[in-house]
């Protein structure tokens, strides 16, 4: 068998060390942290993976309760970061270079005030699984319907979907139909090609929670620039959206009103 040699000039090193660079990033984006261990594989696709420590309160000989690591051998647990992530660590980013503006300054540092809470977090990822077992059981809410008011004997799986979906429909209710962002001008601005257009609070909370974009992108998917003003407004709409869903109102709370 004859030997080849192949002569790659500069400009194609350059092109396979970028090219390389580009996979390196790729594969560590996909893997997992180290503190979760080897068994689960690099995934470039499953997306960024975030760490946290399972845990769980057990009682104690005296009659108090502690609270016990139950990782696999001691590991911690590992899950696919989401929109919320993104904000946040955006967030934490910005807050550090503002706070070394400061710090340079000579002005007295502010703590870190995080975008949502951990029940508006858990109450949107609690949507997002509810939506995936709903659109996944490949049943029309309809054919349910028809099998309970028909006195059929449906069966246990079938009365868990039908139970999804009731809980599906009350969550819509809760978040409702109103506007987020609505356009005052009676001419509509263009921002990047894209005519602006109102943002409705469904629309916002199914982007956010079931396509996994962040406050900015809903913005500038409906035409909207960036700014700070708009986004602060369209993530106070969406917290709200979020407190509803957990079965009460802020606002209202606020007020006095038993809610």
Known sequence: MSEQVVIVTSAGVARLQDEAARIADIKARGSVPFECGPAIPVAPGRGPMMRFTPREMRQTEGGGYVSIKTGEAGRDAARVADAFDAMERAAVKAHQAAEARREKAGQNPKSYEPLFTPGQISAARDY??????????????????????????????????????????????????????????????????????AIYVRKLVDMVCLGDMSILQVLHAHGWSKDGGASKALRLSLCSALDRMQGYDLAKMKKGVDT
Do not use: T, W, Y
């Not at 309809?142 to 979906?165: K, N, T, V």
């Not at 962002?181 to 602006?196: L, M, T």
């Open 128 to 197: 997002a699984a509810l939506v995936e077992r709903v659109m996944a059981s490949g049943v029309k809410c309809s054919s349910l319907e028809a099998i309970h008011s028909g006195g059929g004997g449906s069966g246990d799986r079938e009365a868990a979907i039908f139970r999804d979906f009731q809980r599906l429909r009350a969550l819509h209710r809760r978040i409702g139909d109103g506007l987020a962002k609505e356009v005052r001008r009676i001419r509509p601005s263009v921002n990047g090609g894209v005519k602006r257009r």
